[in-house]
């Protein structure tokens, strides 16, 4: 069964420093998300690319938070600099069109310290 | 705008015995709603989803959920409990025109021998 690729699984990082996450969906899956899930809640969307263009990065705290999916496959998330805030399951997840579930990945588990 | 509402973070129930999940919504637009379950440390695997057509939708592991326009809800149940089946559940809605998902804060599943 295809899965969605995350990397790290865990990620300890100092307050200030910069973080890094990946993502690889499903071959085919025009639809990347990425949602922070807090301990104790649902997921948040940070950001929804279609192809390689954003569709909806309202939620991305952008004086801080980057991301990108240059050639529309994989994509990747950026914290500079992180703040213990930052401190969630940072969760990926690709759709295959608008009336699909999403299959996610397992997540990165970002604490910051 | 969308917003899902789970009633109880916390449900406990015997092994056998019925399991009933709630979730409530709101809507501007007819919605597509989704089941997932989380098991911890790990990313969301899809239940099962109600898009259009028949309103009881059934699931994998015996799942299955009833979409009630009149009472904008879509609760989950299934007839018999396993313990397998401890878990946090997680509805969430998606307007039809959209590929953004709103998530509800989830409710813990706790499956008692």
């Known amino acids: 069964e295809a899965e969605v690729a995350q990397s790290p699984r865990y990620k300890i990082t100092e307050k200030s420093q910069a973080v890094a996450f990946w993502c690889d969906p499903i071959?085919?899956?025009?639809?990347l998300y990425w949602y922070r899930q807090i301990l104790g809640q649902g997921p948040e969307l940070l950001v929804q690319?279609?192809?390689?263009?954003?569709?909806?990065d309202s939620q991305l705290p952008k004086d801080r938070f980057s991301a990108e999916r240059l050639k529309g496959v994989d994509s990747t998330l950026k914290i500079q600099p992180a703040e213990l805030g930052d401190s969630a399951m940072y969760l990926c997840?690709?759709?295959?069109?608008?009336?699909?579930?999403?299959?996610f990945g397992s997540g990165t588990r970002l604490t910051v310290v | 705008a969308q917003s899902v509402t789970q009633l109880g973070s916390h449900v406990s129930v015997s092994e056998g015995a019925l399991v009933l999940l709630r979730c409530n919504y709101s809507?501007?637009?007819?919605?597509?709603l989704f089941w997932y379950v989380q098991y911890p440390n790990q990313g969301l695997q899809l239940l099962l989803k109600?898009?259009?057509?028949?309103?009881l939708v059934k699931g994998i592991n015996g799942f299955e959920a009833e979409f009630k326009k009149s009472e904008t809800s879509f609760h989950l149940t299934k007839p018999s409990a396993h313990m397998s089946d401890a878990a946090e559940y997680f509805c969430?809605?998606?307007?039809?025109?959209?590929?953004?998902?709103?998530f509800g804060d989830g409710t813990t599943l706790t499956v008692k021998p």
């Open positions: 997840a690709s759709s295959p069109d608008i009336a699909g579930g999403y299959t």
């Open positions: 071959s085919g899956h025009a639809t």
């Open positions: 690319f279609q192809d390689e263009s954003v569709v909806d």
């Open positions: 809507s501007s637009v007819p919605p597509y």
């Open positions: 109600y898009t259009t057509g028949a309103t």
């Open positions: 969430a809605v998606r307007l039809t025109n959209a590929g953004k998902s709103t």
